[in-house]
């Protein structure tokens, strides 16, 4: 049933639509009721360019996801570019990787990037940041003290080997000034140029690494410092003020707001602007970081009771994770709005770089691998419609990355020793990598909305979201089913323009958990079709809990 509103919406839509969709119709499947949804892409009007790295990724030295997730060794019997898991940077090209954070997380604030640098031999070994939690876990010791045998050098290996850029995160909690400055001396001065510059070359890189991306902090409201946000503020302006460049742009990222904490945002930009608002153009990034882990339904804010299982839920929690993400696009709007309020031309833009579900232990496929969790559908699902949010607004978010790439919580892969699969999640990167550097175009979906049973009362969530992007004639449309039960009989239009062939891909399944594992790596994998036709109308069903690719060759 189309309530009210929508019926209202759909009608205003339709009627434009009906002027301009007469001819050839393009229909992928026979349709068992008249359309229900309606998308109508505006060619004309783009929202702005889609920046690659709002697909980029991170990394932490925290449980297995350096250790055995990308570092197997150069000795090991495992597939390996020099050390590197080769299974991982292989399918970190066919996403198109473009960025990738290191070496935190909280583990930033508590390195030293000197203890990773140089003969491997000769390396510290160190306590982990994460060694108390990881007690309880029975994690293998690799994790809970730090080698060292992965730093600055295998991390740049890395993204090299990968073709993505670096994206460091410097200590600001536990080492000072100079020790930030010297890093980016190691990592950007010129061949021969300095004594860091030797050691570099020493360890295998003569020419300069040229990293452009630096966060000042992580999480500089709680493991990062614990500071008020004009502490941080000053702290910020004493890290990043006149740390030599070589010949590299720098561009330092700030430690910004846990979800809605409105008062850290205003709280930094108020403090900076008392100083200098000149200094707005030396921020390029305000990193806020969002994990949707509270499904009690109001019950609790308690960080353990309220996360729920990753495996083990019902009809109410696939939907409160849904939810849950979905506020993120109000978050984006609200920083947004706020950073506005001191720096009104938007000088600074936004990084999502921790963005993900959080549930409770005990998904993980590797037991003892600390913050592993197996992603199924419900989070291909999640993922989608964050990554749709984030291109919806181009000219906001500049950078974004999951928490975290590998064998921890929204992962894309998982690996332990030989084996290794790309989880759902990894496969919608795939599917949405066609949207990186696209001109983002306004899209009007209309759709009767997702009815369900939340605590016994009817509820409701969007029942058809996404985004769209162009590049010359082709056009990428990426689109989210969350009901759980329901097609979505659709129709889409371009006006001004004619669809001269599509192909369309899908991932879903009808076990709402479906995940992949060692052993069954491909349970859930996209699945792509060929529409071979023509037409102004494209007509096509969309099946419940479900994400869509479509990509479009307009004439
Ligand atoms: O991603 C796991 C942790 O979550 C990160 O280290 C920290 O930044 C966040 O709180």
Same mark, same amino acid.
Request: with cysteine.
């Given at each position: ?98 960025? !990738? ?31 108390? /939690? ?49 890093? !980016? ?85 108020? /403090? ?60 984006? /709007? ?222």
């Amino acid at each position: 049933m189309i309530r009210r509103r929508e019926f209202i919406h759909n009608g205003v839509v339709g009627a434009t639509a009906l002027l301009l969709a007469r001819p050839a119709r393009l229909v992928s499947t026979i349709l068992s009721s008249a359309p229900d949804a309606r998308i109508e892409i505006l060619l004309e009007e783009v929202l702005g360019t889609i920046s690659p790295n709002i697909y980029g990724h991170f990394l932490e030295h925290i449980g297995g996801v350096i250790y055995d997730g990308v570092w197997v060794g150069e000795q090991s019997k495992i597939p390996n570019i020099d050390g590197l898991r080769k299974d991982l940077v292989d399918e970190m090209r066919k996403i198109k990787a473009p960025v !990738v954070r290191y070496p935190g997380g909280c583990f930033a604030d508590s390195y030293d990037w000197r203890d990773g640098v140089g003969p491997a031999d000769k390396r510290p070994r160190r306590t982990n940041f994460w060694n108390n /939690e990881d007690e309880t876990t029975g994690a293998p010791a690799s994790h809970r003290y730090e080698s060292n045998r992965f730093g600055t050098d295998e991390f740049m290996r890395f993204c090299k080997a990968i073709g993505c850029q670096p994206y460091l995160a410097a200590n600001v909690r536990s080492l000072p000034a100079e020790a930030f400055s010297r890093w !980016v001396e190691y990592c950007n001065s010129p061949a021969g140029s300095t004594a860091l510059a030797d050691a570099r070359a020493a360890s295998g890189s003569s020419e300069p690494y040229g990293v452009r991306y630096w966060g000042v902090g992580n999480e500089s409201w709680g493991c990062g410092g614990n500071f008020t946000a004009q502490e941080y503020a000053v702290e910020f302006r004493r890290y990043t003020t006149w740390v030599p460049e070589y010949g590299q742009p720098l561009s330092f990222v700030a430690s910004g707001p846990n979800s809605d904490d409105w008062q850290w945002t205003r709280g930094f930009f108020e /403090e900076i602007a008392r100083k200098d608002k000149g200094l707005f153009s030396s921020i390029f990034g305000w990193a806020l970081h969002y994990y949707s882990w509270n499904l009690s339904r109001g019950r609790t804010e308690n960080w353990d009771e309220g996360k729920g299982d990753a495996i083990k839920f019902d009809v109410q929690d696939w939907y409160e994770v849904l939810r849950e993400g979905n506020r993120l696009e109000s978050l984006i /709007e609200g920083h947004w709005q706020a950073v506005g309020e001191f720096d009104s031309g938007h000088q600074v833009k936004l990084v999502v770089d921790e963005w993900g579900p959080w549930y409770r232990p005990g998904s993980e496929l590797t037991p003892g691998y600390f913050l592993e969790q197996t992603p199924t559908l419900r989070d291909a699902i999640f993922s989608a419609m964050t990554l749709d949010i984030f291109n919806r607004h181009p000219e906001k978010v500049t950078l974004a990355s999951p928490a975290q790439l590998v064998n921890c919580l929204n992962s894309l892969y998982l690996a332990y020793e030989d084996k290794f699969c790309v989880t759902p999640v990894g496969h919608i990167f795939g599917m949405y990598s066609a949207h990186q550097g696209g001109q983002a175009v306004r899209t009007i979906i209309s759709a009767p909305n997702a009815h369900y049973l939340r605590d016994d009362k009817p509820a409701s969530f969007w029942g058809l979201k996404g985004s769209a992007s162009v590049r010359d004639k082709n056009l990428t449309l990426t689109l989210v089913n969350p009901s759980v039960s329901e097609v979505r009989e659709t129709e889409v239009v371009v006006p001004g323009a004619s669809i001269k062939s599509a192909v369309m891909t899908v991932l879903s399944n009808a076990d709402l958990h479906a995940h992949n594992s060692f052993d069954q790596p491909n349970a859930l994998t996209p699945q792509v079709k060929d529409l071979q036709s023509t037409g102004r109308v494209l007509t096509l069903q969309i099946p419940p809990a479900s994400v869509t690719k479509l990509e479009l060759s307009l004439m």
